[in-house]
């Protein structure tokens, strides 16, 4: 459905009754004026945020299109003294088009223009500039200050959106640790931020890592608090193997006596995956009870299961084919597989627990010893996977636990068929029942749904997607959370020590390490903005990076 009047009064009126946000913020504080870029970010944040909860708003494109802005005074920021043919705000739409789309050059956004006469009428273009105007419209004309605020309101518009499970042109960048970059020093506004995460993350070290113990006897000469801090370490410093790590780590470390990359390594391949998981497990109970005390946190949520695989293995694997598995894609590759489970939705996005994938195990396996492991920690409403998990046997199982889920589904003959007759009719969503076969004269019954994709770049049946779905068309909007799964590796993996080594143990535990990294960044993120403001956004104010420096600071305590 399109906005209408309607649609964007009932929006509007929804800002308007917030009892924590006022917009236009101008106007309502006297830190911003009428030209000031902040206050801008802000405006957009709060009207995207409502925006995208309407039924009837389903595309970025038009919230550019109808975002106010005849309030800003773009003037400050205009560096042509000179009329022009295309305004300052039109550009700005225009531009924010571009970054959505993730587009480096001018050419595809001309093209994309083109193509829609009254998408350029709307945004008050008579004709589309040519690819020079848009370059020095950009480089010339725009301030530096502004193309920062475009990037950063193209990128809250696609979380704001995926947060509301409408579909983008791309997955938004999420702010990754700056590894090796310390020469940038914080904003001095951002100094309460960090005064603030550095109180907050000594006392969830201090909570957290004691869930992690070794096996060791009395009276060693070096804490056990130095292998973890050692750990940390190097999470700090993207691909940084233990030995290198050890070596650094004695100079930087204040302990008489830090362990040394190879001892590190023997400690840790002497966890079984059993006790590592286990101890994982305590930590991330720890780490949910911390963040649990805040009404921001939703205990009771969405969750989203994944499996996600290592670098390609390129080695002799020899003994280890059980381990050292195919990739997901099918190809010739190999490489270690793990899967996870992680809070999504309006819940902090927290890696619930983490377990390694071997060759043979069933996809029902995996996922119900994921959900055991699971409902023990949090109360689940719904559980989001990907095509690989379209299997009658695990959806029969998750529906079996009074559990809701929305998984897409391979497009088979019929799915196809029916994408094709769709689109000759030019409908955009379709629904019917289906009884999936069990064996045994047993059946699940299921709702598929087809969706058809916003600007898809394809002519035929390929414009749909297919959904497998207990709970109605209704909870569909949901599967736009499981992006942040996928974000959510990317940053993973950054934190991961680097190995050669082939001991499964060792690799998963430093996988699992990285996930308890990553969930203490944004636990600790949360605690901060609760602190701070009261409320919680999903953008962190606090990098990766500023998190693992202060918990290199704390886990040497002992």
């Known amino acids: 459905m399109a ?3 309607e649609s964007r009064r009932t929006v509007f009126r929804r800002i308007a009754d917030r009892p924590h946000a006022d917009w236009p913020v101008y106007d309502s504080t006297p830190l ?10 802000s405006d957009i944040r709060i009207v995207s945020q409502t925006w995208f909860r309407h039924d009837s708003h389903g595309s970025v494109k038009n919230f550019v299109r109808l975002l106010p802005l005849a309030y800003f005074r ?11 043919r295309y305004g300052m705000d039109t550009l700005f ?5 571009k970054e959505c789309h993730g587009w480096d050059h001018e050419t595809a956004l001309i093209e994309y223009l083109e193509c829609r006469p009254v998408l350029c009428e709307q945004l008050g273009l008579e004709s589309v500039p040519n690819q020079s105007t848009l370059w020095r419209s950009w480089h010339e004309r725009f301030t530096a200050e502004l193309r920062s605020t475009v990037e950063t309101a193209a990128r809250t518009i696609l979380i704001k959106a995926q947060d509301a499970g409408v579909a983008v042109p791309r997955e938004p960048e999420q702010r990754l640790p700056s590894y090796g970059d310390e ?3 914080s904003d001095p506004h951002d100094q309460a931020v960090l005064d603030e995460a550095a109180t907050i993350t000594g006392h969830v070290s201090r909570v957290v ?11 060693c000469e070096i804490h056990e608090n130095a292998y973890w801090d050692l750990q940390t370490y190097l999470g700090l410093r993207e691909r940084l193997a233990a030995n290198e790590g050890a070596r650094s780590f004695t100079y930087e470390s204040t302990r008489e006596r830090t362990p040394l990359g190879h001892a590190h390594r023997e400690q840790v391949r002497d966890l079984s995956i059993a006790e590592i998981r286990e101890m994982y497990r305590q930590a991330i109970g720890r780490l949910l009870n911390e963040v649990s005390e805040t009404k921001q946190f939703f205990r009771a949520g969405i969750v989203a299961i994944d499996i996600t695989e290592a670098d390609p293995f390129t080695g002799d694997r020899t003994g280890h084919e059980d381990e050292i598995i195919g990739t997901k894609e099918k190809t010739d590759e190999y490489a270690y597989q793990w899967a996870t489970v992680q809070l999504v939705g309006n819940a902090v996005p927290i ?3 983490a377990r390694p994938v071997r060759k043979g195990e069933t996809r029902l396996e995996i996922v119900e010893d994921l959900l055991n492991s699971v409902e023990e920690l949090v109360h689940v409403d719904n559980v989001l996977m990907d095509r690989e998990f379209d299997s009658q046997h695990v959806l029969e199982m998750i529906s079996q636990r009074g559990l809701s889920y929305v998984v897409p589904k391979r497009m088979q003959t019929s799915e196809k068929a029916q ?6 009719r030019d409908q955009e969503r379709y629904e019917t029942d289906r009884k999936l076969h069990l064996g045994k004269n047993q059946w699940h019954e299921t709702t598929l749904i087809y969706r058809r994709k916003e600007d898809s770049e394809h002519d035929d049946h390929r414009q749909y997607s297919v959904f497998l779905t207990n709970c109605g068309s209704g909870h569909l909007t949901e599967y736009g959370y499981r992006w942040e799964i996928e974000s959510g590796y990317r940053s993973i993996k950054r934190f991961m020590a680097a190995t050669t080594s082939k001991d499964f143990g060792l690799r998963f535990f430093y996988f699992a390490f990285a996930c308890l990294l990553y969930s203490i960044w944004r636990a600790v993120d949360l605690l901060v903005q609760v602190e701070l403001t009261g409320d919680y956004e999903h953008s962190p104010v606090i990098t990766a990076d500023n998190t693992l420096t202060l918990l290199k600071k704390e886990t040497g305590i002992g």
């Open 3 to 5: 906005a209408t009047r």
């Open 32 to 41: 911003y004026e009428r030209s000031s870029l902040d206050g801008l970010e």
């Open 209 to 219: 890592f004691p869930a992690f113990s070794l096996d060791r006897g009395e009276g």
């Open 419 to 424: 994408a094709k007759r769709l689109l000759q």
């Open 351 to 353: 890696v619930l627990d």
């Open 74 to 84: 773009f003037d400050t920021h205009d560096r042509y003294a000179e009329s022009t």
């Open 183 to 185: 020469e940038n020093e």
């Open 93 to 97: 739409r225009v531009f924010i088009l």
